[in-house]
């Protein structure tokens, strides 16, 4: 499990400080990037004079780009071998080469055409270079039975292969760091807490035999909660509660109280498999308070895994509450051990002072990392932590007010609204390295919404049919954008400004708030008459927009509208190359959100170690990158 170097950048720096140091300085210097990630947004492109292909790019990269199809660029940017091409360069002087012009292949070729700019393959080199490498090697997953425990078809119900996949590998590379732990140290884990654990995918597998690990999983909705304990039945790992009643009375309790459900209890604390109750019994609740162990321990392990399942909203890092319930419950099972046989757990039961935590969570929305990584800090039963994260765009920011698309359609979350004009000292940056970075823009390094939402894509997945799908779907939502325009819905946007760091705080720069379309039927994309006359129906219940949308769209015909797709419709390459580059540099952006938050574990004199690690093969999991932290 110990990596040779903790973070996973590319071999051209020296160490991890040089990795950085280029990191931060590329994220606050490069103006390009800048403007790529965060300075624009895909809906300002046809409202401008000139259009976002025009005003963001330099003319040798506009004039080379429209030579070539999608395809082809996406493995420019992130498959081509670049230092053959720089090396055609480096045997002529590049200014040679540039005064040449494009149309002159006398110097070189690329796919029939002109070689690409120098300068846009630097742009791409240094991309590239300060991305953190995503090459997942399942061998470095240090499990006692990694590689050995595939999931069997009860553990897979539910999951799709992508799940399946990102259950296997998570599952073995957790079970790696607790055996490790406790061979090389004190840190004998004894509980595995899931930070938002869903349907429990990941934490059936892990109490399940092989792993046998003790699994609490923190899950906010009751109703993820009571799906998770269907598919534990479904999973052969709880039973089926039985209930045994006299019929005779059941039935006049059934007549008078004219009952149509059985009325069985759901306790946030329920166990996986139910007690069996007595003859006698005739009641509807099963007993909440017990855990009992799932199926049957391994040959090679001593202890039963077990899940205790606790509905509970986390707000930070502090987990006194999850550790009250697990009291609750072990007390709860002390006490009935007295009367019956005991679980399997050879008879030991953990207090809160015995309890040895790591907290984990597999693809966690927004801040819930970082109140993963705090609970390192705030609970000495946490020993070690392990998140992978995703939603980037549900991060909120430290260092400035958060950049919402549209304030009526924030989820209804008191911290939200009371974040709504200040600072969330949760959000993004978390790390003092990067809250107090110095560049020519001021301090501090500041991410907008539409830079952390770009963040989660992945270009690298992208098939031709995905393009075409949503790249349509991007320039219809472009074009309409200049429809609102030119019919007085919106205004016209401001001005690009190339100095202003991290790009418009709203993560747009357009006039007035954001029309907020979203999904369409698929019926819808066919054409964007279809699209348009679908997106007004959506809209015109919308009591900000609904009725000046659907009053002054009225007034255009079927005919003016195809008129505008014919207009522009040339402009959906150019959307195309543009929506592509922003993408490829957003991992740029991506890095250096992961790097935040290992350098914040780096600055914690309570944490022993940390490093950052690839867990999944990019192709079924693009949010492949866990942040790892083992306490002193």
Known sequence: MRLDKTLPYSPIHACEEDYVEALLSFATTS????TLCGGVHILDFLTRDPDLYEAVLQPKWRDWLRLFEIPD???????????????IYDREPSDVHESQGLHDRSFGQWRGGPLPPKSLLSYISRVRDLSLDRAFNADVLASDVAGTHNLTRQLAVGMKPKKAHEVENFAAFVDGVISELGVTDTHQITHVVDFGSGQNYLGRVLASPVYDRRVVAVESKEANITGAK???????????????????????QQAELQMVDDGV???????????????????????PRQSTPILEASSDRQEVGNIHYIQHRIMDGDLRYVVSQLDINNNAEEEDSRSTETDGSNGSYLTSSDSKLMVISLHSCGNLVHHGLRSLLLNDSVKAVAMVG????LVTERLGPPSYKLPSLRPAHPRLDRSSSTYDPHGFPISERLASYKHHHGEGIRMNITARMMAVQAPQNWTAKDCEGFFTRHFYRALLQRVFMDIGVVDKPSPLNPDSGSGSPRGWSGGGQPIIIGSLRKSCYSSFLTYARGAVNKIREDSEHGAII??????????????????FKHKKHELSLIWSLMAFSAGVME??????????LKEQKEVRECWVQTVFEYEQSPRNLVVVGIKK
Do not use: H
Not at 31 to 34: E, P, T, V
Not at 265 to 287: H, M, R, W, Y
């Open 31 to 34: 103006k390009i990037l800048q």
């Open 73 to 87: 660029i996406l493995d420019l940017l992130m498959r081509e071998d670049l230092g053959i091409l720089l090396q």
């Open 230 to 252: 269907g598919m534990d039945i479904s999973a052969r790992l709880a039973k089926k509660p039985v209930i045994k009643r006299n019929k005779k009375a059941f039935r006049t």
């Open 265 to 287: 209890a759901i306790c946030g604390q329920a166990q996986l498999v139910a007690p069996e109750p007595s003859s006698q019994d005739c009641g509807f609740q099963t007993d």
């Open 390 to 393: 995703c939603c980037y765009n």
């Open 550 to 567: 659907t009053e002054r769209m009225a007034s255009l015909s079927d005919s003016d509208l195809l008129s505008y797709y014919e207009k």
């Open 591 to 600: 890095s250096v959100i992961v790097v935040d938050r290992w350098l914040w």
